[in-house]
Antibody
């Protein structure tokens, strides 16, 4: 059974930093692209960033480019999101999502339960 | 960036059929797969339709997906509505640059 467990969320002041982690199990982590998707309070889903299986290519939405960095450690089956220069509008639940492909981002077949980031 | 537009909300009675639309802003929505996710309050999303019209194992066949090139839209149809279907539904697609979600549709089962 695929399991994705996010951690690292919490409260931080504007301008601060947080590092989210997503620990994966139940599948070959190094064979799939991974994404972070966020959901602001009372709002819809918003894709934030993705990284291909090898870790050699990544993508971000404009709102977080230059502030967030996605990475992965395939030896530890873990996905990361380093979040710097945080803003109030980054307040959201952040979900880790497993892609169905390895070499690109496309769509998701498994999701974590999310971790709440509050910037205030 | 392309945009996916969904109705904000729909409602229908138990046992009836409801359809949720997802309209693409540009290009052809059929060029890249459309997915649908269900999200109940306080829970993570789950995939109910992938690759336009495929159901993951465990998803009832009351849920079906389709695309219409003429209107550049995709649709999620839920038949035999049940109280447990009350949730938010999101369409999603992608291109080489990014992944896009529709704004979400709140389904109320009356």
């Amino acid at each position: 059974e695929v399991q994705l467990l996010e951690s690292g969320g919490g409260s931080v002041q504007p301008g601060g930093s947080l590092r989210l982690s997503c620990t994966a199990s139940g599948f070959s982590f190094d064979r799939y692209a991974m994404s972070w998707v966020r959901q602001r309070p009372g709002k819809g889903l918003e894709w934030v960033s993705a990284i291909i299986a090898s870790g050699r290519r990544s993508q971000y939405i404009d709102a977080v480019k230059g502030r967030f960095t996605i990475s992965r450690d395939n030896s530890q089956n873990t996905l990361f999101l380093q979040m710097d220069s945080l803003r109030a509008e980054d307040t959201a639940v952040y979900f880790c999502a497993k892609d169905t492909y390895s070499m690109t981002w496309s769509y998701f077949d498994s999701w974590g339960r999310g971790t709440l980031v509050t910037v205030s | 960036n392309f945009i996916l537009t969904q109705p904000h909300s729909v409602s229908e009675s138990p046992g009836k059929t409801v359809t949720i639309s997802c309209t693409g802003s540009s290009g052809s929505i059929a060029n890249n797969y459309v997915q649908w996710y269900q999200q109940r309050p306080g829970s993570a999303p789950t995939t109910i339709i992938f690759e336009h019209d495929q159901r993951p194992s465990g998803v009832p066949d009351r849920f079906s997906g389709s695309t219409d090139r003429s209107s550049n839209s995709a649709s999620l149809t839920i038949s035999g509505l049940q109280a447990e279907d009350e949730a938010d539904y999101y369409c999603q697609s992608y291109n080489s640059s990014n992944v896009v979600f529709g704004g979400g549709t709140k389904l109320t089962v009356l």
